[in-house]
């Protein structure tokens, strides 16, 4: 069965500290790594797709990172407007499997 | 309108009543899903349906039943609700289901449902 780990639970950082999310994840042929962002009360927002180790996609403040067990989300100086709950989600055995998500909170 | 549009945003209802969640994707999309979401939890998988066809039912209790009349439109009719089952109901929709695509899966904003 599929597994996707996510790390921290949260993280609350100052305007302009950068710092990493992680997500952890067991798979039998990975297919395709997501990140997600989610805004309280909407529905997750796609952010990037990787699809095999040591590929880097990068968005603004963003940057996401993949090896073969796990996957990072950069943050560099992130802003107040970056605060939402990140979510991981692994396509393996044709279905998407999810983390619980990491909730960041950029304080001004 | 684009994207994937859920209604109503917000619902609550008591649990001898009946309601449905509505779903719509203006994508092309031939996959349609419902998730629920709850706090502390994964996303957890409902029901898949590709091109109408239900493909995936993840062992959700009868009192949800989908429907899916065509690939654009989803419901999910809610009756004899327990306050358990008030979450995030989230719709979402792909090219198919046999594939994640560049883009996973595209998501409505959801409905808040609240069984009291």
């Known amino acids: 069965e599929d597994q996707v780990t996510q790390s921290p639970e949260a993280l609350r950082l100052q305007e302009g500290e950068s710092s990493s999310l992680n997500c952890s994840y067991t798979?039998?042929?990975?297919?395709?790594l997501f990140w997600y962002r989610q805004d309280p009360g909407k529905g997750p927002e796609f952010l990037f797709t990787?699809?095999?180790a040591g590929e880097e996609k990068e968005k603004e403040r963003l940057k996401a990172t993949l090896t073969k067990k796990e996957s990072f989300l950069h943050i560099t100086a992130p802003k107040p407007e970056d605060s939402a709950t990140y979510l991981c989600?692994?396509?393996?055995?044709?279905?998407?499997?999810f983390g619980k998500g990491t909730l960041l909170t950029v304080n001004p | 309108e684009t994207g994937v549009t859920q209604t109503p945003r917000h619902l609550v209802m008591g649990m001898t009543n009946k309601k449905s969640l509505k779903c719509e994707q203006h994508l092309g999309h031939n996959a349609m899903y419902w998730y629920k979401q709850s706090a502390k939890k994964p996303l957890e998988l409902m029901f898949v349906y590709n091109f109408k066809e239900q493909t995936e039912n993840n062992s959700v209790p009868s009192r949800f039943s989908p429907e899916c009349p065509n690939s654009s439109h989803l419901f999910l009719h809610l009756h004899t609700l327990q306050p358990e089952d008030s979450a995030l109901y989230l719709c979402a929709s792909s090219q198919d289901s046999g594939t994640g695509g560049n883009y996973g899966y595209t998501f409505g904003s959801g409905t808040r449902l609240t069984v009291v």
């Open positions: 798979v039998s042929g990975l297919r395709g």
């Open positions: 990787l699809y095999s």
């Open positions: 989600a692994v396509w393996g055995n044709y279905k998407l499997t």
